[in-house]
């Protein structure tokens, strides 16, 4: 599956009031080649591994699949994780026809704030929240992969 995706930095906390769902995220990097990034997550309870191959140029998308596990393999897996273990609140905020799932992250990226957007074309008309700020789409310091190595408090 290919997904398409925009980011943007959040101006304000604007996004938790009007957030419909926030879950804990806990995730690791089997590998962060940027070829084919391998990613374990624990969201609540539930546990996800995902593959995601390279970006393209733009940054707005890329293969991805993902398959649900156990959340004890999920725990398991993360015992094997690179160093850099991200940790994070999600908040799912519907707005228009899209959901914006705004990342507000923990520990070494304490103070980061992200929000995502997943479109069904890359040309894609949607509606911008208030507390929606610049976009950092394809800059490859905003994804997770490399926030595991170089976090946000380091910049």
Request: aromatic share 10%.
């Amino acid at each position: 599956m290919i997904e398409i995706e925009r980011k943007f930095l959040v101006t304000s906390k604007a996004y938790t009031s009007e957030a419909q769902n926030t879950t804990r995220i806990i995730q690791g990097f089997l590998n962060t080649d940027p070829e084919r990034t391998v990613r374990v997550r624990l969201k609540g309870q539930q546990g996800f591994i995902t593959v995601k191959g390279k970006s393209t140029e733009d940054g707005l998308s890329r293969f991805e699949w993902e398959k649900e596990i156990s959340e004890t393999d999920a725990q398991n897996l993360l015992k094997l994780c690179e160093d850099g273990v991200i940790d994070k609140m999600r908040y799912e905020i519907i707005c228009g026809n899209h959901t914006f799932e705004v990342d507000e992250f923990f520990g070494d990226n304490s103070g980061l704030v992200v929000a995502e957007i997943e479109l069904n074309y890359q040309t894609e008309i949607f509606k911008k929240p208030l507390w929606l700020g610049e976009e950092v789409t394809g800059q490859v310091k905003y994804y997770n992969a490399q926030l595991s190595k170089q976090p946000f408090n380091t910049w």
